[in-house]
């Protein structure tokens, strides 16, 4: 009865696993966004409208060493998200969910500030429940589909990441912070919570009473307070301090090398089971992991690895 039930169960997760791989895959065609029309979402509808408040835009530079960078570029506004720049970023990810050759992801701002959330006029005007929810929703699916790709993405926070700009920094893998940098969820002081997906993902990073003392308290969190409660996963070298250490991109790019280095497939098969790990269900989950093994025993890495009898000191 017991095992009945469980291979039940293996085989319920062995479809949605399936699923989840399907999801996975790299390649050309668009993906299936997270919501459809019986949540009363229209993607494309939503664009149009998103697209009646100019302003700004986010660049991705993909680079030959397979690291791309992403710039939200909106200076005059420290960076707030126009509704442009909404449909800019879901444009970008796109293009990265495509990139058969990218290892890893740079997030950061135009003008050494991060992001400074919604644009506010925007906010102003299309203050009504509908088509905040449009917008949210459109942005949940943007900020998922960006923490899914297979790349490992680092957010590099200079200046202030505030309100959308704090759910930014949690849709990547990891954040560094240069030092004055701060990092916080100001949603509370503007009568707000999180919309773009950014409570879900703080809880799964910090844990649920940092999260609820965070986003509670809408406390500023600068690098040291970052480290305390894992929000941050290192801190950048002062301009001056270590010339030699370069720019703040540059420290991220060389900080990034670690998990980045190696053959595109074995870097992107390691997101993929961590990702799953952090999405599945247990047995979903292992299920996934053995679809992604089976892409990488055997495969040319494998083997290469194998012949070369590399010992491990
Ligand atoms: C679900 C998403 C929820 C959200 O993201 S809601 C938005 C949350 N963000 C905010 O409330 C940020 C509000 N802005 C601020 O607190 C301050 O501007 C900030 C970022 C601390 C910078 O302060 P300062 O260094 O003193 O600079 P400043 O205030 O003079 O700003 C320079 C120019 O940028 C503008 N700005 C900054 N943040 C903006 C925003 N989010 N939307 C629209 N415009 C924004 C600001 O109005 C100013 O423009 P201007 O020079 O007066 O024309």
């Known amino acids: ?129 509908q088509d905040g929810m449009k917008m949210c929703m459109f942005m949940q699916d943007a900020l998922t589909r960006l923490l899914r790709l297979p790349l490992v993405s680092v957010a590099l926070v200079e200046g202030r990441a505030l309100g959308g700009g704090a759910e930014l920094t949690t849709a990547c893998d990891f954040r560094l912070m240069a030092p004055g940098s701060v990092i916080q969820f100001v949603h509370k002081h503007i009568g707000l919570v999180p919309g773009w997906g950014g409570a879900a993902r703080l809880v799964r990073i910090v844990g649920s009473q940092n999260a609820l003392k965070l986003l509670g308290g809408a406390v500023k969190v600068d690098p040291e307070r970052g480290l305390y409660v894992g929000l941050a996963d290192g801190v950048l070298e002062a301009d001056g301090d270590a010339p030699s250490a370069g720019t703040p991109l540059q420290q991220a790019e060389d900080w990034l090398r670690r998990y980045t280095e190696g053959p595109v497939p074995v870097i992107q098969a390691v997101k993929k089971v961590v990702l799953a790990g952090r999405e599945l269900p247990l047995l979903e989950a292992l299920q996934t992991e053995k679809e992604v093994f089976g892409t990488v025993w055997g495969a040319p890495a494998n083997l290469r690895a194998l012949a070369s009898k590399s010992k491990h000191k």
Not at 18 to 47: D, I, P, W
Not at 74 to 84: E, T, V, Y
Not at 86 to 97: A, C, G, N, P
Not at 112 to 121: P, R
């Open 1 to 129: 009865m017991v095992l009945c039930a469980l291979n039940r169960q293996l085989l319920r997760s062995s479809s949605s696993c399936c699923v989840f791989m399907a999801r996975l895959q790299t390649s050309s065609r668009r993906r299936r966004c997270l919501y459809s029309s019986t949540h009363g979402f229209n993607q494309e509808e939503t664009r149009q409208k998103l697209r009646a408040f100019p302003g700004g835009s986010v660049d991705l530079l993909k680079q030959d060493s397979g690291v791309a960078v992403l710039t939200i570029n909106n200076p005059a506004r420290m960076n707030a998200f126009s509704g442009s720049m909404m449909v800019d970023l879901e444009e970008k990810v796109s293009q990265l969910e495509s990139w058969t050759e990218g290892k890893g992801l740079v997030v950061r701002g135009a003008a050494e500030t991060f992001c400074s959330g919604s644009d506010l006029n925007a906010v102003r005007a299309i203050s009504s429940p």
